[in-house]
């Protein structure tokens, strides 16, 4: 089945992701995303709309709008299709972490056949997101690349063209399509518990990164609080002086 991977290795009594299941087939035109995820390392997950699951491959250093710019992109399991969709946060377990929507859209395949594409390892298609726009190429590269292995590993490149340039998008662009906030904001909208598998280790890049989201988060929690406490006198006061209806004098 398409997604017995990814069901085997969640627990669904305890996560908030969604089970899901195959969806309908669609014509070219299919839904895209891209979550970034902050699990024992920072990262983002692409995906494709294909066959009734989404395609994903995670992208350690995220997409690069510079066609130079070649981004080791690992594949993994296929996810339900209501995934993308999918922002807050993972507890304790497999892909324990925050994940973002960072970008949403739609693709369309620039080969007819797109089964025939993945498995010759070349897949050229058109993306039309809210950041990544324009063709681009995922490729396959054998393991030929550092950090990849095996038929795992794949490029994404960006084609040259109006959508193309050296801007970092993932520096410019860096907060969810869908609240619009950052990872503490998730953080501190859902009051979860926070993960300790795959927690990232306190001296690396993310475990820093993860120890500030965790101040701000709070921060943003005890902003809140306070606000609802200093607000409570100010509805009390506006109750008891409410104007009430004046009273009619009585006919003699």
Known sequence: MALEEYKRKRDFSKTPEPAGKVAAKKAREAFFCVQKHLASHLHYDFRLEYDGVLLSWAVPKGPSLDPKTKRLAMKVEDHPVEYGEFEGVIPEGY?????MLWDR?????QADDVGAALKKGDLKF???????KGSWVLVRTGGRYPGGSGDRSW???KHRDEWAGDLD???FAPHSVKSGGDFEDILAADNPAVWVTNRPAKGGDAGAM???IIERAAKLKAGRAVEQVADKPTRAAAKRKAPTAPKRDKKK
């Not at 892909?95 to 994940?99: D, E, F, L, M």
């Not at 058109?126 to 990544?132: A, E």
Request: hydrophobic share 45%; proline share 4%; aromatic share 8%.
């Open 210 to 212: 993860l120890a500030q």
């Open 126 to 132: 058109t993306l039309n997101g809210y950041k990544l």
């Open 105 to 109: 859209g739609t693709w369309t395949p």
């Open 95 to 99: 892909g324990a972490g925050i994940v």
């Open 169 to 171: 998008i993932t520096e």
């Open 155 to 157: 490029l994404l490149i």
